[in-house]
């Protein structure tokens, strides 16, 4: 059955990269894995197959977008990836406003698969519901497909919750879970949302990575 939104090339697509890299103890966006920082990577990857990313949610001092536009948190404080949601809605609502959801990929999960967004569009059946991604039975809703009518109702949500649970927020809306299989490689499955938050998982994504190398 297809859902309301025919083609994933026409959902705006916002990188998410705000936060503290504070467990990297660096702007994990400019760790290098590979030959590629994980910026320049996800970057291609998401042109690779699906729609060009078009803006990228960062601090306003961010060094380069890579032509991407750039869109800060529009609630101060670093107040967690929803911050950076609520941005990406309100930046598709001014900028794209025939398009009813809004992508959001991290900059941190280097394998997210391939089709991402043409499964997660498929998923959606109206303008109001979100869909999130999900692998090994857990969700990862910062992979998510997120409807520009819900603006309003984050942004009061982030500004009265203290504890900003993203799943409290999930349970306000209708969601999809869209679930990923594991990517079988030479040194075992991997789950395609591996992210990389500290140096030690920059290690480990090398080994998957040449692994995924092997294996093409
Ligand atoms: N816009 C925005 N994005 C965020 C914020 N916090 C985290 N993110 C993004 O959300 C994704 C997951 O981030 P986390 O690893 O949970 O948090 P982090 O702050 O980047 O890293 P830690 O300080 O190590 O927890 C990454 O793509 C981050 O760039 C925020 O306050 N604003």
Redesign the pocket.
Known sequence: MSGAIANADDIPVVL?????????GAN??FATLGDQSLFARIVARIAKRQAKPVAL??DADWPDAKGLTLVP?SIPG????L??VL?AMQYAAQRHPQASHVATV???SPFFPEDLLARMAEAIHTSDEIAIAASFDRDHP?FGLWPVSAAGDLETWIVTDPKRRVRDFLARHKVRRVEFPAVQTSIGPLDPFF?V?TPDDLVEAQKWLAALEDMS
Do not use: Q
Request: no cysteine.
């Open positions: 998410l990269a705000g936060g503290r890299s504070s467990r990297m994990k966006a949610n960062a948190d670093k107040l967690g990836p911050a950076g941005a991290p900059i941190d910062v992210n938050n």
